[in-house]
């Protein structure tokens, strides 16, 4: 096969790519015998003037003579793009705490591969965990081990379903993932388009594809069941407590997810190297959809387009680094609480993203030198940010217009812009909940923001905290064959410091089954 890139298409264009392929090759259209979009991004650095841009592989006769003919960076071979697992070995049957993005698909990939794997989650199947947290964002009834953070799928589940990632992938697995989530149900358009997501609804049903999957291929997964304790002789793990159950286990990869702080807590007390890690805080910002479409694609195309995203970073005049994460087009802010007593926020959007605001989390880089460099010094600066902010709330989502937040006075009212949240929310003051230098960091960029986005300072632009789970506060080392400094256990995915969204994890989750066999 050939691939093509740079090939421009512009909106107003009825041309059909196998046409423009046809003419940029000289041939009859009728000479491709087939062609698949491999990448589709949008240009749109001219608001009048908006293209798609293509990147195809074509099958046609005489691939060697145009490829001798076109000399061109942009008119090549196809590479060989595929996903290649390790050789098979024996190994003792394979035990993952965790079912989120890494547990999954390190359960899925080796399901695949006739070795049984074992999961252990202490949440919720996806089903059930559905009608708990909606029962929890109507009643405020929270289940510790069954919510945002914890249940089949793991966060990501109750999220925007980005599939963004910038890591470098020799190997394929991003590929292969991407494979997995289409096999069980996601848009084929994932495969090609620039900056994909799913949606929190269509990833319900994938997950309990992959389940089925893992199940039929001889796997197992156990519900509502907690990991209390590891038991450890001569440096080696010798079985798992599971609901006060003694489990044999040679072999256990740790996916619990960047919130399990009472895991993180139990693991503080083995012989188990840990370390604070940096990461980010600060608010979930709500703007009027139309604002960042117009902004984005301009009057003229706005209309026809999908609601668009933005990803903004600033250096503060402290060298402190804000940027936006996680943003979520015509989406949801929901409560994202996982203990009793705390208050965090995440945002969620259904594949449509159809309602009438944009939210992104706008947080602000913080490191140990912040909040201490003992393991779990992380955990316990964000616990105190949720405690505030539950207070702040009065048990619901603190709420404040960006007006008031810059005065440091409590909104009284909300104006132009509407609330949409999954969970209540109460009026309060932000400027409550954080240290100043994360409120005057939040300030700045913000107004800087607006040099970038028209609008975005909008005083009636809508705050809500706290966003405090961008990432792990831990990490827990491994060597190079994807080890712990204890035989036998496996640190993955997000939880452990090594992903930081649904794509990293899963690709981390393929990465340590392959570590599993050699």
Request: hydrophobic share 35%; proline share 4%.
């Amino acid at each position: 096969m050939i691939r093509i890139r740079q090939i421009k298409i512009n909106l107003d264009s009825k041309q059909d790519i196998k046409d423009k392929v046809s003419k940029l090759l000289h041939i009859n259209v009728n000479e491709i015998k087939s062609l698949k979009i491999n990448k589709k991004s949008l240009d749109a650095r001219k608001k009048d003037n908006l293209f798609y841009v293509y990147e195809v592989d074509i099958e046609i006769e005489n691939e060697k003579k145009i490829l001798r003919k076109y000399k061109s960076n942009d008119i090549f071979e196809t590479p060989n793009e595929e996903y290649i697992f390790p050789p098979k070995k024996e190994i003792d049957q394979p035990i993952i705490i965790g079912c989120g993005p890494a547990g999954l698909f390190c359960a899925y990939i080796l399901s695949e591969q006739g070795y049984n794997p074992i999961i252990y989650e202490r949440g919720e199947k996806v089903e059930d965990r559905v009608k708990t947290i909606e029962e929890f964002w109507n009643t405020n009834k929270l289940n510790v081990n069954s919510n945002i953070q914890f249940g089949e799928g793991g966060a990501g589940t109750f999220s925007d379903g980005k599939l963004n990632t910038l890591t470098k992938d020799k190997f394929n697995r991003q590929k292969k993932v991407f494979e997995i989530f289409v096999e069980n149900g996601a848009p084929e358009e994932i495969m090609y388009i620039n900056n994909p997501h799913i949606g929190t609804d269509i990833l319900r049903t994938v997950i309990i594809n992959m389940r089925n999957k893992i199940i039929s291929n001889g796997g197992k997964i156990y519900y509502n069941s907690k990991l209390e304790d590891i038991v450890i002789e001569n440096n080696e793990v010798q079985s798992i407590i599971i609901n006060g159950k003694s489990i044999p286990c040679k072999n256990l990869i740790l996916a619990i997810g960047h919130s399990a702080r009472d895991t993180f807590e139990m693991l503080s007390t083995k012989d188990l190297d840990m370390s604070a890690k940096p990461f980010a805080v600060g608010v979930r910002i709500e703007h009027p959809q139309k604002l960042i479409d117009i902004h984005q694609y301009g009057e003229k195309y706005y209309k026809q387009l999908p609601p668009a995203s933005y990803k903004l970073t600033y250096q503060t005049k402290q060298n402190r680094g804000v940027y936006s994460f996680c943003m979520c087009p015509g989406g949801y802010v929901v409560n994202a609480s996982s203990e009793e007593g705390l208050l965090a926020v995440n945002g969620m959007s259904n594949h449509a993203r159809d309602t009438e605001n944009a939210n992104s989390a706008l947080v602000v880089t913080i490191s140990p030198d912040d909040f201490g460099n003992n393991p779990l010094d992380g955990i316990k600066f964000q616990r105190e940010l949720e405690r505030k902010a539950y207070i702040e709330g009065n048990s619901l989502i603190p709420v404040q217009l960006y007006k008031d937040y810059k005065a440091n006075e409590k909104s009284t009212s909300i104006n132009s812009i509407n609330v949409i949240t999954k969970g209540s929310y109460s009026l309060g003051n932000l400027n409550n909940i954080f240290p100043s230098y994360i409120n005057e960091s939040l300030k700045e960029a913000i107004e800087y923001f607006n040099t970038k986005i028209e609008g975005y300072s909008n005083p009636d632009a809508i705050l809500l905290g706290v966003e405090s789970r961008t990432s792990s506060p831990v990490r827990i080392p491994r060597d190079e064959n994807g080890l712990s400094k204890i035989k036998g256990l496996y640190p993955c995915g997000e939880g452990c410091g090594y992903a930081g969204g649904i794509t990293t994890a899963a690709i981390d989750g393929l990465k340590t089954a392959e570590n599993l066999i050699k």
